[in-house]
């Protein structure tokens, strides 16, 4: 399989996905802009419930993971109907719901329930009920530009609820490290792009390294939230399963897993931060020696940039390219999400 002849990639993307992931760092400096209005009335929440689902999730993992390192505030990220117990007016909660189309039956609940419960809400969306809720309710809110498929927004979703953080008084990273990202993706946009051959194209060599096996995405304790999303970008885009785990955690299960025959049709790729801790260095050491007794192979994915924004959204633009290119390899239009439309077409029809 070539993924560099460019009439393979155009056919199959007739939606143009590709241009949309080429104009990632645009839609990251365009993220920045964004702000909710009205303005938040809240200052440093000792709870943030990041809701949503889906793509209008992603940012929330990779926000959770910055906050993680610089935050003393728990920021739990809930997908799923209504709000957990804990994020009541009391906890001096902040909840942060993002739905892109803002038709998603979950986080509109999540919204809702906020509401009831007289917790902070902030809502990030390009419009639908969403917007309509916050309008009437003169909610604060971000209008998202439209137009994208959700999974693919993901710069407005990070950058843009990382801002809303901000101006609720917790900063989770400086100008500086928003900057790095930012520069990072625009490479990133050249090194990855289809025009780019294989062989100086990281996204194309892991494509053609996964090729027709099941792709099995291991993080670390920081990268663990990005490998799942390359697992459901993998799935929506290339409409493929795919695997994915976090370590130490899949050490105590999905680690048995890899055995012979299986393994020889699976192909791990592991997200690996050069910042990790030795521990968790340690046992992607032996998980890959255990992988590649078992008859299976491994490709390492090292994040680049020196803050955890840049790490993060740089290997998740690595990801998204991949599982473009697994795509359009299977000859797979990317943009469309059929099953997701029908499955929400019957809940609602029933
Ligand atoms: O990527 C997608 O299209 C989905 O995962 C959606 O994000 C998910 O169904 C939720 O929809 P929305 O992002 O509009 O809230």
Known sequence: MTLDDPRLIERADPHRAREVLTAFPAQCRCALTLVATPPLAISRPGLVVLAGMGGSAAGADLLAACCAERLDVPVVVHRGYGLPPTAGAGAHALVV?????????????????????????????????????ARTRGLPWVELPDGLMPRMALGYLFLASQRVLRDAGLAVGGDAEVAEAVDLVSALADELAPARPAVRNEAKQLALAVGARMPAIYGGS???????????????????????????????????AWRAPAAKGTHAILLRDRAEPPEIARRFTVLRELIEEAGGDASECWARGAGRPAKLLGLACLGAWTSYYLAGGGGVDPWPVERLDELKRRLRAA
Do not use: C, Q
């Open 97 to 133: 719901a993002a739905s892109y189309s803002g038709d998603t039956e979950e986080t509109l609940s999540a919204v809702e329930t906020a509401v009831e419960r007289r917790v902070p809400v902030v809502a990030l969306t390009t419009g639908g009920r969403l917007g309509e809720l």
């Open 222 to 256: 920081a990268t663990g939230g990005v490998a799942y999303r390359w697992k459901t970008d993998i799935e929506e885009n290339a409409k493929r399963f795919a695997l994915a785990g976090a370590i130490p955690e899949m050490n105590h299960n999905e680690v048995e």
